[in-house]
C-alpha cells in the first residue's frame, strides 16, 4: 500500500516537472513570436506617434509651392506585414505627393523591361555623398547618373522604360503599374503636377546633361515629364506600406497577390534604396536604423524589412537632406523596439 502510494507520488511529480518544462518551452516560444505580434505592432506604432507628434523640428519643402502648403502637423504610420495585416495610426488616409520615393517603383518596371544588369550598366549602383538634384554628382563621378534613387539616375531610370518616343503609351504603363503595387488606381494630384513642372528647370538641365553625355535612353523631355508625373502622384501612408510590404513579400502584392517585381530582382532594389535611398544621409540611416528605405519631399519614408513588413511614415516637415524628421525618428524607434535591423543577428 505504502509502495503504491509513493509509486503514484512519484509518477505525478514526473508529470509536473514535464508540464513545468512544457509550459516554460511554450512561453519563451510565445515570448519570442510576442516580439513581432500583431499587438505588439500596434502598441509600437501608437507609442511612436504618441512621443513624436509634438516635434517641431524640420520644415515643408518650399521650392514646389503645392508642398509649402501642406499641413505640417499631419502624421501617420502604417505597417502592412508580408502576409497583409494592416496596422495604422494617425493620418494615414491623408493623400500626399509621392514625390522621390516613386523612384522605386519606375526603377522595378525599368528592371521588368531590361533586367538589373542594364540598370547597372546604364545608370550605376552607387552613392553619390551629395544633395539628391545634385548636377556635380553627374559632372564629377564619372558621367554615369550612379544611382537610379538621385534625380539624374531616376530621370534615366524613366528613359529606359518601354517603350521609347511614346509619352502616352509609356506613361499608361508606369500608371497601371503604380497602381497595381498600390493596390487600388491612385491619381496625379494636378496641382501639384502644376506646381513641378513649374520649377523643374534644374531637373531639365540634368536630362540635358545626361543627353549630352549619351546617358538617357528616350527623348529627355518624355523621360523628364514623365519622371515629374511620377512624383506627382497622390498616395496616402497605407499606400506606401503596401508598396513596401510587396517588396518584403518578394515582390508579390500581399493584399492583391499579384506579382510585380521577379523575387530575384528584389535584392538589387533594395541594394540601391540602401546605398541612396536618404541621399547624403544613407550611410548614417543604415548605421541607425538598418533598413533599406526611401524617403520623398512630400514627407513621406518608406522602409522594407525582407520577408516580414513594410513601413511606412508621413509627416511633411523635412530635414535640410529633404528627408522627413518625424518619419525618421518613427520608423528608427520602430525598428528598435522590433529588433527589425537587418545587421543585428538577433531575429
Ligand atoms: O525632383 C524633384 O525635385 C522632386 N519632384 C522629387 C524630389 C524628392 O522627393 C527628393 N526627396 N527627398
Redesign the pocket.
Given at each position: 500500500m505504502k509502495r503504491k502510494v509513493q509509486l503514484s507520488r512519484g509518477l505525478f511529480l514526473k508529470g509536473f516537472i514535464g508540464v513545468l518544462i512544457l509550459g516554460a518551452l511554450l512561453v519563451s516560444f510565445t515570448f519570442s513570436k510576442d516580439e513581432i505580434s500583431a499587438e505588439n505592432i500596434d502598441q509600437v506604432i501608437k507609442e511612436a506617434h504618441e512621443k513624436f507628434k509634438g516635434i517641431k523640428e524640420g520644415k515643408n519643402?518650399d521650392?514646389?509651392p503645392y508642398l509649402a502648403k501642406v499641413d505640417p502637423n499631419l502624421f501617420g504610420i502604417a505597417i502592412i506585414t508580408a502576409d497583409g495585416h494592416v496596422h495604422l495610426v494617425g493620418d494615414t488616409k491623408y493623400e500626399f505627393?509621392i514625390?522621390?520615393?516613386s523612384k522605386v517603383m519606375t526603377l522595378a518596371l525599368a528592371m521588368q523591361d531590361r533586367g538589373p544588369q542594364v540598370i547597372k550598366d546604364s545608370i550605376g549602383a552607387n552613392a553619390t555623398g551629395l544633395p539628391?538634384?545634385s548636377i556635380t554628382a553627374l559632372e564629377t563621378l564619372g558621367k554615369e547618373p550612379q544611382n537610379p534613387m538621385v534625380?539624374a539616375g531616376?530621370i534615366a531610370t524613366t528613359s529606359i522604360v518601354l517603350p521609347k518616343n511614346n509619352k502616352a503609351e509609356k506613361w499608361k504603363k508606369m500608371h497601371n503599374y503604380f497602381n497595381k503595387f498600390a493596390g487600388r488606381e491612385i491619381k496625379v494630384i494636378d496641382e501639384l503636377f502644376k506646381s513641378?513642372m513649374e520649377t523643374?528647370q534644374?531637373?531639365k538641365s540634368i536630362a540635358i546633361l545626361l543627353q549630352s553625355y549619351n546617358r538617357i535612353f528616350d527623348d529627355p523631355m518624355i523621360a523628364l515629364e514623365l519622371?515629374?508625373k511620377q512624383?506627382?502622384f497622390g498616395v496616402n501612408a497605407m499606400d506606401l506600406a503596401v508598396m513596401a510590404a510587396t517588396l518584403a513579400n518578394s515582390g508579390v502584392n500581399p493584399m492583391t497577390r499579384e506579382k510585380l517585381v521577379e523575387a530575384k530582382d528584389v535584392p538589387e532594389i533594395l541594394a540601391v534604396m540602401s546605398t541612396a535611398g536618404?541621399?547624403e544621409n544613407t550611410g548614417e540611416w543604415m548605421y541607425t536604423v538598418g533598413l533599406p528605405a526611401k524617403?520623398?519631399?512630400?514627407g513621406g519614408i518608406m522602409a522594407v524589412v525582407p520577408g516580414k513588413m513594410g513601413i511606412a511614415v508621413f509627416a511633411p516637415p523635412?530635414d535640410p537632406?529633404?528627408?522627413s524628421v518625424k518619419a525618421q525618428k518613427a520608423i528608427e524607434f520602430i525598428a528598435d523596439k522590433l529588433s527589425l535591423n537587418l545587421f543585428s543577428a538577433k531575429k
Open positions: 519643402a521650392y514646389i505627393g514625390e522621390s520615393i539628391f538634384n534625380n531616376a513641378e523643374n534644374r531637373n519622371y515629374t512624383c506627382s536618404l541621399y524617403s520623398g519631399v512630400g523635412l537632406a529633404g528627408n
